[in-house]
């Protein structure tokens, strides 16, 4: 907290100096950014260590710099196992309640693990560094629940701010090209959201996934090489195959076939001409 004026004002002073550090918007979709959105995900804005950046320090009150990509979300030993069906995860999953989208023509279910995985930065209510493994032996917290003085392990007692505690600074009108955090935090009302936790209903008005890797996920495969590739829409399994925030988005980035950037806002296609939508849906 005893930060927080400094760091504003140090901020201030730098304004016209951060603006030039941004690539312009080079059509491609994604809004400005230092990222330059190729190659990997420690080159987008999911690289949480920001290393890409050159103003990193002003965050550093804020969260823990890990000094690693990866470790935001996956870690080699020790993932939390209670987010079954999510790759090695290391985050504290959120024990929000959610708003789900109103019943249509199925039950909607609650979030799946591979939205919970999202979900435990973009519902808004748990800290960015919020990990059970940190970087370097004995940095470990088995119980899986935040824990502000195993997180202060790292740095100091420090603030451990969520993506809304983030629009301290990072909010639209600050005058710096930086993004508003507020915008990507979709809460845990998730009425007005695309639904998740629903399988394509077996009717003429939505079209049949073609691949399946079994007991994980059904696909469409577009290429029929019947593998799941990260450009294809899938379905996981959680007690039966469900849409999920990874069905259309892949939090690594994925190429542009034509472009030289990854697809805009972590699509697994571009969604011109809604082709992401008719992946789905018939009309
Ligand atoms: C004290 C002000 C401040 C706070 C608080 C702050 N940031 Fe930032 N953030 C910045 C500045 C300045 C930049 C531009 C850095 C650069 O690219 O050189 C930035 C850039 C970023 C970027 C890269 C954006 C891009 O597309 O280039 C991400 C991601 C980010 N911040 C995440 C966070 C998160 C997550 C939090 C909260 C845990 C946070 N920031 C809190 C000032 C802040
Ligand atoms: C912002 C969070 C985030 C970061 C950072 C991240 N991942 Fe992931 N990763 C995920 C999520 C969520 C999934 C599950 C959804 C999916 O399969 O795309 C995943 C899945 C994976 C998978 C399994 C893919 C598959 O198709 O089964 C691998 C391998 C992986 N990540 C490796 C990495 C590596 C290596 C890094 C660092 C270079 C990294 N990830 C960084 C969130 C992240
Ligand atoms: C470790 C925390 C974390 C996890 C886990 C995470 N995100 Fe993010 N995500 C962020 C932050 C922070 C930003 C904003 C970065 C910025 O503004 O520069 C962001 C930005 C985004 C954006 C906006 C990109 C744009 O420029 O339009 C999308 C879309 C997104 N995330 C989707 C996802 C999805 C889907 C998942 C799960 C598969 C996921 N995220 C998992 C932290 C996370
Ligand atoms: C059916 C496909 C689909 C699902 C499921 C989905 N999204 Fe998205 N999401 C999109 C599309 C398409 C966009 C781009 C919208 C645009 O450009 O205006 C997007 C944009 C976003 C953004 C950027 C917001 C912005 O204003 O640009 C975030 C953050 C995000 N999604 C997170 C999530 C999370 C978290 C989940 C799961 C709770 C999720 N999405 C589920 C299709 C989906
Ligand atoms: C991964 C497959 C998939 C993708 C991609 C997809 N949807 Fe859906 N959508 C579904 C499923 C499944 C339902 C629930 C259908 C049901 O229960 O009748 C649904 C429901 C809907 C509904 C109906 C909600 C209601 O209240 O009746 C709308 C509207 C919709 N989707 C729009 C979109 C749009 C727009 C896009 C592209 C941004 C999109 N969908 C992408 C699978 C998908």
């Known amino acids: ?20 550090a941004f690539n312009p918007d080079q059509g491609d979709g994604w809004g400005p950014t230092a990222a330059s959105n190729v190659g990997g995900v420690r080159n987008t804005r999911h690289n949480l260590s920001l290393d890409f950046a050159t103003w990193r320090a002003f965050m550093n009150p804020y969260f823990n710099n890990y000094g ?5 979300c996956h870690t080699p030993h020790a993932a939390n196992t209670s ?8 985050r504290t999953a959120s024990t929000a309640t959610y708003t789900l989208y109103e019943q249509v023509n199925q039950p909607v279910a609650g979030p799946g693990p591979n939205s919970v995985t999202c979900l435990s930065c973009h519902d808004g209510t748990i800290a ?3 990990i059970i493994n940190m970087p370097g032996p004995g940095k ?3 119980t899986h629940q935040l824990d502000e003085a195993f997180l202060d392990s790292w740095s100091g007692d420090i603030q451990h701010q969520t993506m809304l505690g983030c629009t ?28 998740i936790g629903v399988t394509l209903p077996n009717t003429s008005d939505f079209r049949i996934l073609t691949g399946e890797v079994t007991g994980e996920m059904r696909f469409f495969d577009k290429d029929g090489d019947n593998k799941a590739d990260p ?6 399994e959680s007690g039966g195959y469900k849409v999920e925030c990874a069905s259309c988005h892949d939090p690594h980035g994925v ?9 805009a806002s972590f699509l697994r296609m571009s969604n011109e001409n809604s082709e992401l939508c008719f992946t789905c849906h018939v009309n």
């Open 128 to 130: 960015i560094d919020a």
């Open 168 to 195: 301290q600074c990072h909010f639209t009108g600050n005058g710096w090209s930086i993004p508003d955090l507020g915008f990507y935090t979709v809460g845990p009302d998730l009425s007005n959201d695309h639904p």
């Open 83 to 90: 987010v079954q069906g999510a790759p090695l995860w290391n």
């Open 255 to 263: 190429m542009n076939p034509n472009g030289s950037t990854f697809i």
């Open 140 to 142: 470990y917290d088995p």
């Open 68 to 72: 690693e990509v990866c470790v935001y």
């Open 1 to 20: 907290m005893k930060y927080t004026g400094i760091f504003l004002l140090l901020v201030g002073l730098s304004l016209p100096v951060v603006s030039h």
């Open 231 to 236: 450009d294809e829409i899938r379905l996981y």
